[in-house]
């Protein structure tokens, strides 16, 4: 989409006096239930009944015939996986974005027969093509579609552990049963992708603002360790483009990150939607468009 992260921390805007989202203050006073393992530990506004997909009829056939061959291939050699990139995004916002890959993630442990099984579905290496960073990813193609198998970040510097496996979303998925990585790590590995050509910030707001009722905001603090200042400075970019949203923001932890108390607006939702707009005038933000609506980037 574009978007740059100096947009994102450098622009400031007088309080509007807006009011529709004030019903997003009474969600703030109550449970929301969403998905979690039975054997999982019991986490903040969750159920343990898979979420659905509406999203996944718009995914296009061939597309999906792919990636069930991926997933299936896996299946088979008995490699744990998860669901992650645009598919662990829609799972949160409840919009799909069309990025022709797929993204997986395993166990460090498992790569090597993930790769296997991989290839032996009929996917060969993209870097045959392309060349790409093999330690920590393996890139399979076919037909123009790309099944990613992540065990690692770039930089190295988050760990796909148990805690991942321990704290997978549940999902059905055009009918089939699949685990996603939980929203706190999809926040947590995104935080670090701020490049000249990409932003992944972008996705993070719109997965706080689509998931801030059911996560596990002490859990993330604490996965973030010594990089917390990266979920701060996200959360106050957060905090200023939709205020009644963040007030799902536990109290300890705007009072830890010093985020400013939301303004009253007599239009919340007409702020909320100007402010969306300074950033990009393009259907980025998942929150304001249609069900039936693909995500851009």
Known sequence: MGIHCAKLMGLHERPGTDRQLLGL?????????????????????????????????????????????GTEALEQAGVPYLLHGALGLATYTGHWRNTKDVDVVVRAADRERAVAAVSGAGFGDYFEQESYDRSWIFRGTRDGVLFDVIWDLPNHRVAIDDAWFDRAEPLVLRGQPFSVVPPEELIRVKLYVMQRERCDWVDVLNVLAGAAARLDWQTLVDRMGPDVGLLQGVLAVFNWLCPERARLVPGWLREQFALQPADEAAEPEAREERRVRLFDSRPWFAMRLPADRVLER
């Open 25 to 69: 203050r009474r969600i703030a006073k109550t449970d929301v239930m969403t998905k979690s393992r039975a054997a999982s530990p019991a986490r903040p506004g969750r159920s343990e009944t898979p979420a659905s997909a509406p999203w996944g009829k718009l995914i296009p056939e061939e597309q999906w015939t792919i990636f069930r061959s």
